[in-house]
């Protein structure tokens, strides 16, 4: 038999079961289309045999944030291997008094933090509430992009 999960914490829940043993929630809805009681990740009405919505499957924003996070890191080693063969544009192009960083800098001020946004991704594979932390995990890739295309576009100024 298929596994069934809470459409709320996307845990496994038994047949039988009308609260989520995990998040409490109660898994008895309403059909839109009958208006029969129904179980809440029921994907067919089992009454009127109407086809529901499909319930939104966190894990896809866990493999979006995931994906994210790859990409960030590997553009990072790029940018660490033209730097370990440039260092000049960290070195000589001060010309603004702008703060200049080695590569160990780098390392430790924007490759570090971002191996940290790979954690609640990982939370969030074995927690309840994974919409919520990975939507948090998402935000934070988003704003460490920005960080990073920034601080990119010093770099190229300074390359200049
Ligand atoms: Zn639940
Ligand atoms: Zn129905």
Redesign the pocket.
Known sequence: MKEKHCPYCHNTVEENESICHSCNKDLTVQ?P????M?KAYDEV?P????KLHKKFNPNILIILGLVLSLIWLALNFILIGFLSTHPAVLIEKDKHGDLILSISDYVSLVLEPMLITIVPYIIALVKKHKTNIAATGLIVNVICSFVFIGYFIHLYNLAK
């Open positions: 059909c289309y009958c208006k029969q129904i009405c009454c009127c045999t109407t």
